[in-house]
């Protein structure tokens, strides 16, 4: 059974870092995509960051290009995503994902397998 925690949520100023975890069971990183994907209130669901290990890719959205950072430890079974420089509109609760079967790691629609979030808050 694919099992993801998330955590490290909190409440940062604008400009600040804060580091995400998500613990994974389940499933090999080698075998399935993993991505980050965010909700702010009144908005649909959106893909953050996401990796693609089979062909060796990785994606950010582009308002997050060169401030976050998609990684995995195997030996933790734990992908992060560090985050830096965070402006106000970064702010929602943040989901990992997981699926054995798709490439197109932007799209939320193509993961099955999620955990339960965690909230970020980016404010003065």
């Known amino acids: 059974e694919v099992q993801l925690v998330e955590s490290g949520g909190g409440l940062v100023q604008p400009g600040g870092s804060l580091r995400l975890s998500c613990e994974a069971s389940g499933f090999s990183f080698d075998d399935y995509a993993m991505g980050w994907f965010r909700q702010a209130p009144g908005k649909e669901r959106e893909g953050v960051a996401g990796l693609y290990p089979p ?18 430890d195997k030996a933790k079974n734990t992908m992060y995503l560090q985050m830096d420089s965070l402006k106000p509109e970064d702010t929602g609760v943040y989901y990992c994902a997981a699926d054995p079967r798709t490439e197109l790691v932007a799209y939320p629609e193509n993961f099955h397998n999620w955990g339960q979030g965690t909230q970020v808050t980016v404010s003065a």
């Open 55 to 72: 062909a060796h890719t990785s994606y950010y959205t582009d308002s997050v290009k060169g401030r976050f950072t998609i990684s995995q």
